[in-house]
């Protein structure tokens, strides 16, 4: 590998994830569909959430802030994938790479404590219900949004300046269809063994922390459940906690794959499609999965509908 650097005019030249062969086109046409279903469910949800009052709970307004993220992950990734493919060059300058690495920095991170934050809203509703307004008040829930969006610009911050300012060489062929953190860093000149540690121990506190309060929560949430003599009270519990369980498992799936198994365990094509998974398949299905196990969120969108019907009809 050459020894000249990159400077901050030059571009770097993604692998990209498609070509014009029939099974890629019809991978591209899957993909857009499935990207303009994920804005489509995540922008109807947010729409719902901010128009029925019936919705206006701590929970939901928490679920609006992960629709918020879920429509900002595959926009920062797939329009590139589409125009490079559109295009026919996989060209991508200095100042976007920077800045696509930021902002799934921000929104992996956010997204990761803010799900953590939701299991903490579960556990309140079931075993405390009776103080669930005081302890999940509007005060509460914005420290708790506020929490969750600066700890990811924080390491987003932290993590994009120290990578960019390490040099990069003359083959500086990007082996993923996005600038992500680990592909870049192996394009490097420098020694980047010490960063790559660090990089892993805060990779592994940033996922397991948010993961503790995670399992420390539901094992509470399943001893109380586990306790009431209702059926009913127990399926509404297991409910109203099972899809927030599944959008759990999606996400913290795909990034402690990425984070916490070393590279040499898996590659580059491997992370390819764990890394469309996260950034496109998880957001698309996080407001289906919502949408489908919560009764309010069928009523309200029935009810929205109904409107709707009402007036072509007129």
Request: glycine share 6%; with cysteine.
């Amino acid at each position: 590998m050459g020894t000249s650097n990159v400077s901050s005019n030059s571009d770097f030249i993604l692998m990209g994830l498609l070509s014009y062969t029939g099974p890629h086109l019809v991978l591209f046409f899957l993909m857009a569909t499935v990207f303009i279903i994920g804005l489509l469910g995540n922008t109807t949800l947010l729409f719902l959430i901010a128009t029925d009052s019936r919705l206006h709970t701590p929970m939901y307004f928490l679920l609006s802030q992960l629709s918020l993220l879920d429509v900002g992950f595959p926009l920062v990734t797939i329009p590139k994938v589409v125009a490079e493919f559109l295009q026919g060059q996989n060209v991508i300058s200095f100042g976007e790479c920077a800045t696509q690495m930021f902002f799934l920095m921000l929104m992996g991170v956010s997204e990761g404590v803010l799900l953590s934050l939701m299991s903490y809203d579960r556990y309140v509703a079931v075993c405390h219900p009776l103080h669930y307004q005081v302890l999940m008040r509007n005060q509460v829930c914005l420290v708790m949004v506020g929490a969750s969006w600066f700890s990811g610009a924080l390491v987003a911050s932290i993590q994009t300046s120290i990578t960019l300012q390490f040099p990069y060489c003359a083959s500086h062929t990007v082996d993923h269809f996005f600038c992500e953190l680990p592909a870049l860093l192996k394009l490097s000149c420098a020694d980047t063994s010490a960063y790559e540690l660090a990089l892993s121990i805060s990779g592994v506190l940033i996922l397991l922390l948010p993961l503790s309060l995670i399992f420390i929560s539901y094992g509470h949430v399943l001893g109380a459940v586990l306790l009431m003599r209702s059926a009913e009270a127990r399926h509404k519990a297991f409910t109203t906690c099972s899809s927030h369980v599944t959008v759990v498992g999606l996400f913290y799936g795909a990034a402690v794959f990425m984070y916490m198994v070393p590279g040499s365990y898996h590659s580059p094509k491997q992370d390819n499609v764990v890394s469309l998974f996260y950034s496109l398949i998880t957001p698309t299905l996080n407001p289906l999965i919502y949408s489908l196990r919560n009764r309010e969120v069928r009523m309200s969108l029935v009810k929205v509908m109904g409107r709707s019907d009402f007036r072509v009809k007129r």
